[in-house]
């Protein structure tokens, strides 16, 4: 089943901004509170809204913007049913947050009057829905698990559980002192009396056409990079001669990457050594280096060649050249795009040149202000159920380079997180449920939303101590961040100065709803693994007792 | 039990000594546990109100009667020391000594608020919302700060402002304790003499001793290993500090890489040298001119004008644990039985002794459970301490994945896969303490049977950063309820009743546990140095 991600920000009127702030938290209290005086929390959301795993608001507050309200929500199948079941359960509540809101000066104006004039009964959520922003990277942790299939596998734990060892069983238990292909059998027999879909085959959590269209959209994004590297060598290898171009580029690169090899130390007292080297890195993936090499060449030259083609039969026509038809095209083509490749021995030390040259000349925000009222409401918020949430806004760097680096970079690794990232590991890590990254204001902030477990602490240090790369590289481009070091070394390895960069950057989460608060993305694999094995009539020795180590 | 540690006695391995140009300015406490002083004495003092300079007067006296010790052995040789002393003071004590107010916010967080703030007491399992947790003593704790109320945050008032009321809740205890004294002796007779001088020559300046425990180590036996009530060795696993400036020796040679297993940067235990986020910890600083003999102290690097209070002081969790031993005993016991029942046939194996054994992760002699039986001691015939879980028992079959030991530092236990092993090593070293725990109350004559007597473990231990190391212990890894994919279940020695799940193949056994320890009072103190007290005693 595809998930959707998606964010609604808002600009506030600053007037009614602390108005807004109460509203979303008198919301809060009446959903969370159990009617019924049981202690269930949010039952009308769990019921209401089934496709809802988690969504929040918030108010950001900041010195150079009016406060920005940030609906977040991340739900199963498509938006038409989410806003749908939306509308009923909060679509009064909206209206009067939305009259706290200012009116879009552009084309959505009408529509924004249309929805909060006195007594209006205009759905909301056409409006909102016109206000939505798409992510520009987004990580779903139980990719592809509806939200009904996470609560009913976890059940069968629990069902489970009390098969094995309930307490009010006695005698000999019958899954003792058996093989686990046995164990499997009975207790499989057992359950399906209760849960008949256990004899159902498990429906797949990414189709094979997903699969495929992950993939062919990562290619398509590294064949246009390369391309876009290569082209002063491919216009260089057109106009110069062979030897004299290979001279050239051999000797730019040369001087480049003195250059780049000068520059390679971090700012004094800021670089930190890492276990991660980009060069063994490299050289650890040089099959997979040659394989996008041959692909890259092929691809480029079939995108290129039917171009080629039509200009010389255009030409041709007016008598201004000679017809070359796409086949007898494609090998010089591809040829010079081949040539062309050898120009990024060139273009990308430039580019890290240039980089060093900004990196060397950031500055770092050590003691950024952090509200002290809002940090109270922050902390007052977390650490009562296993996941908590967090909302960042930062402000991006300027400058034509980093423009371009953070989105290319956001959307190689959007691309890349949807190939890699399948079974809920982000490296060595497994605590993130729904987080994702959207540009605001003209792409001057970046937004960051994250739904994870345990503390807002050790989600952070989880992410310095494993993955201070990707961190570096996904969020160094924000003003403040501390000192990088070629895009991704340094940087969130000074886990003090960036836990408090980041501090600074949240806002409170005022309204925060999650469809399973006490289970961990980890927890949710394994109830698959459990209700996967137990879906199968029969397992191998050794199978089953890998699924019986899960129970 | 591992999260607090009885110190080590004996001559083991050689222990880490910090270079000669610091030691004379560090606590003693910092680099040993004394562990040649079997007895003891912790003395919790509430100091008086007051106003006006003088409040730091009384430390003069105690550097009379109870000189706190460096952490440079006089003559070479530590054991020659018959008595020896550490200090901690706790926020609202320093306040009492008439710190300047912005000396006093200066401090880290944690120690700022105390470890009664209510959000604080909801992460360390002792507290949600109104309700105190069963792992803490009937009624609340009895001892802490008792840090006042978090002032109401500051706040000009807005034409459109909608009033939101201070939802801040104060959780106060009987007792306020604002400074501790440890004494360790060599015999229980001079503890009690020695205690009772220090009352003596406190007592003029208006010092209360306001709780008083005795502290002691249980060396049994020919291991040299000091056992806990429950029985169990303790204290095996400490952090070996490093330095890369060369401030940590060991043997006589500097320390300046990492040991592979337990290698940790001094800057996690000291203030003022790299810690392993590759700078020195924050440490409080005072106003350089008008407070105090501010001539004590050196320059603070970044704060021009400021002098450096922190530099070679810490922060010391001090947590009062209570030990219901007979409790412990009968439920392994009951569990023993209950298993069993259920499998008359395959559990011969399953005693109350095998089950506690999972419980805590070692025998009562401190070997590691392994798969097939305990690790091998290492070639001095202790207890080996380098040995790492994912490589030999990545499962848990041996040493059940929720066990007390695995989870008070799990190494690379929680590698997802064996390349990440590292990865995970080097992240959970970045979250250790340094123990310094003692036992207090007396041995239980039949571990059976409850002697109605009060007993237990002072729990105490050294970090820079409490909030990354002391409270990330006792949240992510102790009392985490899905710690290594497991689920529902705590630590089953130091947490809540509940699930403890004991791997075995093909299918796993649990046991219900119950509450065995309980928090009886606690607090975050800041340990200075031996500069800084005596800046402090110029107050």
Same mark, same amino acid.
């Given at each position: ?39 269930? =929390? ?21 010195? =150079? ?118 164990? =499997? ?9 209760? =849960? ?31 391309? /876009? ?23 730019? /690169? ?28 490299? /050289? ?222 949240? /806002? ?44 | ?14 222990? #880490? ?12 406490? *910092? ?110 704790? *009895? #001892? ?17 402002? *909608?009033?939101?009321?201070?939802? %801040? ?29 220090? !009352? ?60 592979? *297993? ?28 008008? #407070?105090? %003999? ?16 922190? !530099? ?122 340094? $123990?310094?725990? $003692? ?28 909030? $990354? ?7 992510? #890894? ?24 004991? $791997? ?18 606690? %607090? ?16």
């Amino acid at each position: 089943m595809k998930q959707t991600t998606l964010c609604v920000p808002l600009e506030v009127k600053p007037e009614s901004c602390s108005r807004l702030c109460a509203l979303i938290d008198a919301l809060c209290l009446r959903e969370d509170k159990d009617d019924a005086g049981g202690t269930q =929390h949010f039952v009308r959301l769990t019921t209401e809204m089934p496709t809802l795993h988690f969504m929040s608001m918030s108010v950001f507050t900041a010195a =150079h913007y009016d406060p920005t309200f940030i609906l977040e929500a991340n739900f199963d199948g498509p938006p038409g049913v989410f806003w749908g079941q939306f509308e009923a359960v909060f679509g009064p509540d909206l209206r009067e947050m939305l009259r706290c809101c200012k009116k879009p000066l552009n084309e959505d104006g009408p529509l924004y009057e249309a929805v909060t004039s006195a007594d209006s009964r205009t759905p909301v959520a056409p409006y909102l829905e016109a206000r939505t922003r798409r992510p520009s990277v987004f990580h779903h942790g139980n990719r592809g698990l509806t939200r009904d299939r996470i609560l009913s596998e976890a059940k069968l734990l629990g069902t489970v559980r009390n098969e094995l060892d309930g307490t009010d069983l006695s005698g000999p238990s019958p899954y003792r002192g058996i093989e686990a292909t046995g164990l =499997h059998r009975a207790l499989r027999e057992r359950l399906l009396a209760d =849960h008949p879909w256990l004899n159902e085959p498990p429906p797949p959590r990414i189709t094979k056409g997903e699969r495929l269209i992950d993939y062919l959209r990562l290619v398509v994004f590294a064949v246009v990079v390369l391309l /876009a590297l290569s082209l002063p060598g491919l216009v260089l290898a057109l106009l110069l001669g062979r030897s004299t171009y290979v001279a050239l580029m051999v000797v730019t /690169a040369l001087l480049m990457g003195a250059l780049v090899y000068l520059k390679r130390q971090g700012l004094p007292g800021t670089q930190v050594a890492t276990r991660f080297n980009l060069l063994t890195f490299l /050289a650890g993936h040089w099959l997979l280096l040659g394989l996008l090499v041959v692909a890259y060449v092929a691809t480029a030259a079939l995108l290129l060649v039917p171009g080629i083609s039509a200009v010389t039969w255009l030409l041709d026509r007016f008598g201004a050249g000679r017809y070359v038809s796409v086949f007898e095209a494609f090998w010089p083509v591809a040829h010079t795009v081949l040539w062309g490749l050898l120009s990024l021995i060139v273009t990308l030390p430039f580019l890290v040149l240039w980089l060093r040259f900004l990196e060397r000349r950031d500055t770092s925000h050590d003691a950024p202000h952090v509200d002290e009222r809002l940090l109270r409401e922050m902390v007052r918020r977390e650490d009562w159920v296993a996941q908590n949430h967090m909302g960042s806004i930062v402000p991006i760097r300027p400058g034509i380079l980093r423009t371009i680096v953070i989105r290319a970079g956001h959307l190689g690794l959007g691309l890349l997180l949807r190939v890699k990232a399948t079974s809920g590991h982000l490296g060595s890590m497994r605590t993130v449920h729904f987080a994702h990254w959207a540009f605001l204001d003209n792409s001057s902030r970046l937004l960051f939303f994250s739904n994870f477990d345990h503390s807002w602490d050790s989600y952070l240090d989880d992410f310095i101590e494993k993955a201070h790369v990707g961190l570096t590289l996904a969020w160094g481009c924000g003003v403040g961040f501390p000192p990088t070091r070629f895009l991704i070394f340094d940087g969130a390895s000074h886990g003090r100065r960036f836990k408090s960069w980041a501090l600074a950057s949240r /806002a409170v989460s005022r309204f925060w709803y999650s469809a399973y608060p006490e289970l961990t993305v980890d927890q949710i694999e394994r109830n698959n693994r459990i209700a996967n094995g137990l879906r199968e009539a029969s397992l191998s020795e050794e199978a089953a007792r890998t699924w019986a180590r899960d129970l | 039990m591992g999260e607090g540690s009885v110190s080590q006695t004996g001559k083991r391995q050689p222990t #880490w000594k910090l270079a000669q140009a610091i030691a004379s300015d560090t606590q003693g406490l *910092v680099v040993t546990g004394f562990g040649h002083l079997p007895n003891g004495r912790a003395l919790f003092l509430e100091l008086p109100a007051g106003s006006g300079p003088g409040g730091g007067a009384w430390l003069k006296v105690l550097e009379v009667v109870a000189p706190v010790t460096p952490a440079v052995p006089p003559a070479g040789d530590e054991a020659v020391q018959p008595r020896a002393a550490a200090l901690a003071f706790t926020w609202t004590g320093l306040e009492r000594l008439r710190l300047p107010p912005t000396a006093l916010a200066s401090f880290a967080r944690p120690f700022r608020e105390g470890m009664m703030q209510e959000d604080r007491l909801r992460r360390l399992g002792d507290r949600r919302g109104d309700e105190w947790q069963d792992t803490v003593i009937a009624g609340g704790p *009895v #001892w802490s700060a008792n840090t006042p109320r978090r002032p109401p945050v500051e706040r000009h008032v807005g034409a459109y402002d *909608v009033a939101e009321p201070c939802k %801040d809740k104060v959780v106060k205890t009987d007792l306020s304790v604002h400074a501790i004294l440890l004494l360790y002796t060599e015999t229980a007779d001079d503890a009690g003499q020695w205690a009772a001088a220090v !009352r003596e020559a406190l007592r003029p300046h208006g010092i209360e001793v306001v709780r008083e425990l005795e502290l002691l180590l249980d060396v049994v036996g020919a291991d040299n290993v000091s056992r806990e009530h429950f029985g169990f060795a303790d204290g095996l696993s400490q952090p070996e500090p490093f330095d890369k400036d060369g401030f940590v020796f060991l043997d006589g040679t500097k320390v300046c890489e990492a040991d592979r *297993v337990q290698g940790v940067p001094l800057g996690e235990f000291l203030i003022g040298y790299v810690n392993g986020h590759h700078e020195s910890a924050p440490g409080p600083v005072v106003p350089g001119d008008g #407070w105090g %003999d501010v001539g004590l102290l050196p320059q603070h690097e970044a704060a021009q004008g400021f002098k450096d209070l922190g !530099r070679n002081g810490t922060y010391m969790v001090v947590r009062e644990l209570r030990q219901d031993v007979a409790a412990f005993w009968r439920s392994m016991d009951e569990n023993a039985a209950a298993i069993q029942a259920r499998d008359p046939r395959h559990s011969a194996h399953v005693t109350a002794e095998w089950l506690a054994e999972r419980v805590v992760g070692r025998n009562r002699d401190g070997h590691l459970l392994c798969p097939g039986g305990y690790l091998k001691a290492d070639p001095s015939g202790q207890p080996d301490n380098r040995f790492l879980f994912h490589e030999s028992d990545p499962h848990g079959v041996g040493c059940p994945p929720g066990s007390h030991v695995r989870r008070a530092h799990p190494r690379d236990a929680l590698a997802p896969t064996a390349k990440d092993r590292q990865t995970l090593l080097a992240a959970a070293n970045n979250h250790r303490i340094l $123990r310094r725990g $003692r036992k207090f109350g007396p041995k239980i004559a039949d571990d059976r049977t409850d002697d109605g007597q009060v007993r237990g473990l002072l729990f105490m231990c050294l970090n820079t950063d409490i909030a $990354r190391q002391f409270e990330f212990v006792q949240q992510t #890894w102790l009392l985490n309820r899905d710690f290594a994919t497991l689920s529902e279940e705590s630590d089953p020695l130091v947490g809540p009743r509940g699930r403890m799940t004991i $791997r075995e193949e093909p299918l796993r056994r649990t046991v219900q546990v119950l509450t065995y320890v309980e928090l009886a009072g606690g %607090d975050y103190f800041f340990l200075p140095s031996l500069p800084a007290i005596r800046y402090l005693a110029s107050l």
